[in-house]
């Protein structure tokens, strides 16, 4: 048995991580990597293994880093079935197709300046009509069930509490070349404990094998609460500035927590009265997914829509607008006077933020509010550590406004918490694989994990790093 690591190592970006076992090939996650735009491309068209050789794949969540290249898996001549929760294959639904739609208007600006230059034309990634193809390939499963998906190994998802649909995967090989099971888990991305609206990771037993994300392998967030105050302050601060908060997030998760947060402090009258714009035709699809799945909502999240007679959704108020067209879109940017605007992408590589960043950044009165995590090299990364001059769409902005930064909105765990859920392993594993972070927190929590919690034989695989296990 085997285990490569194809992406999401030493990075956050382009999960792929593919296991061997008595010859069949089973594939975790098949990310977009996210990046510097030329290399992205090159390692996204590019797999680094057949496609048409991998039986199974399996998908942790749908954030496009672990899901946005399935359409180029299929195309490539993938024949298998994907593995997924039910409000997993739902949101890809939309995402697969908001990501695609995005890959069409990148490589349409890109071939623009190409021409000029008497290039000629890059092809995109994948294509619309790519990603409905790759969602006939879907076979959705409940939580907490075990499934046979190949002769002597079975699947079970388990909360992980990241995003709607997001799991910890765990799967139960038969090893006929050494003739023992082996249970591998792997953590996918792990939410932080107590936050709104998702139930809270699922502590897991025991495994034999371990993956675990680190992306905050070296932080501890400020406290949810705190967070939402913060939230509050930056909103007062700027209205009273006559100016914009501008919030790049995920379409998905983030955007979810922030707007139920304003839909709080807007109730409780503790934000002043300004207009709310979520400006993502994807947050508007994926919030109405939300509301297929109240089953997935925890305890508190239950209790605020109840104590709302007549109120389903904890993702609509006054005063908060979602925008769907592109002239809904810019028609924000000719609005005086103070607003919030919500708008993805969450590390602000790419969609509607982008422009929304370009409008705002050089006025003094603006704030943008970073409440994710961003990424090496991203346009996000180089306006939370204040570069003085940013590019976008090929043009140089001052930076003039003012940039904070709230980490307790974080849909990651942090240090704590990501080594409290190693910690409930009983049986602890004979091999850690620490994947999905930067080299800092990587060596950190690798370190955690020995001193702490006593764990043997724990990696941090390079990319395309192969291990027998
Ligand atoms: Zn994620």
């Known amino acids: 048995m085997k285990i490569t690591f194809h992406g999401a190592a030493r990075t956050v970006t382009g999960s792929q991580h593919l296991i061997e076992a008595n010859g069949r090939q089973i594939l975790l996650d098949c990310g977009l990597y996210q990046g510097k735009r030329s290399e992205a491309y090159d390692r996204n068209h590019k797999l680094p293994f057949d496609p048409s050789k991998i039986d199974i794949m399996i998908l942790s969540h749908a954030h496009i880093d672990h899901s946005g290249n399935i359409p180029n898996l299929v195309k490539s001549g993938f024949k298998g079935d994907i593995y997924a929760t039910f409000a997993t294959q739902e949101l890809c639904g939309a995402m697969l197709l908001d990501s695609a739609h995005i890959q069409e208007n990148d490589i349409e600006f890109v071939n623009k300046k190409r021409a ?30 075990q499934v046979e998906i190949m002769p002597g190994v079975t699947l079970a998802f388990y909360d992980a509490g990241h995003m709607l649909g997001s799991a910890i995967v765990v799967l139960n090989i038969e090893d006929r070349e050494t003739g023992r099971d082996v249970r591998l888990v792997f953590s996918g991305d792990l939410g932080q404990p107590g936050l709104p609206i998702l139930r809270d990771p699922t502590p897991i037993d025991r495994a034999d094998v371990l993956l675990m994300e680190s992306t905050y392998g070296d932080k501890k967030h400020d406290d949810f609460v705190d967070s939402k105050r913060g939230l509050a302050q930056v909103i007062i601060d700027t209205y009273k500035r006559d100016g914009k908060v501008i919030i790049p997030s995920f379409a998905v998760g983030r955007t979810q927590e922030i707007v139920y947060a304003l839909h709080q402090l807007a109730e409780s009258a503790k934000i002043p009265r300004l207009p709310i714009f979520v400006d993502s035709p994807l947050a508007v699809n994926v919030t109405a997914i939300f509301s297929h799945h109240p089953e997935a909502y925890d305890e508190e999240t239950r209790q605020f829509i109840s104590g709302h007679k007549g109120m389903t959704d904890p993702f609509g108020f006054e005063g908060l607008h979602y925008t769907r067209s592109v002239e809904e879109s810019k028609q924000i940017n000719f609005l005086k006077g103070a607003a919030v605007i919500i708008s993805a992408s969450g590390m602000a590589e790419s969609g509607r933020i982008q422009h929304h960043l370009a409008n705002n950044i050089e006025d003094a009165r603006n704030t943008v509010l970073i409440v994710g995590y961003q990424g090496e090299n991203t346009l996000g990364r180089k306006i939370q550590e204040k570069e003085e001059k940013v590019k976008i769409f090929g043009e140089w902005y001052q930076l003039r406004a003012d940039v904070q930064v709230l980490t307790g909105f974080s849909a990651h765990a942090d240090r704590p918490n990501l080594l409290k859920w190693a910690g409930a392993l009983k049986k602890k594993p004979v091999r850690t694989f620490l994947v999905h972070g930067e080299d800092k927190p990587l060596a950190a929590l690798a370190e955690g994990l020995r001193k702490e919690i006593g764990f043997e034989n724990v990696d941090i695989p390079d990319l395309h790093q192969s291990f027998g296990l």
């Open 116 to 145: 000029r230059a008497g290039e000629p034309p890059f092809k995109p990634l994948y294509t619309q009509a790519d990603a409905v193809e790759a969602l006939k390939y879907f076979h959705a499963i409940a939580y907490d069930r």
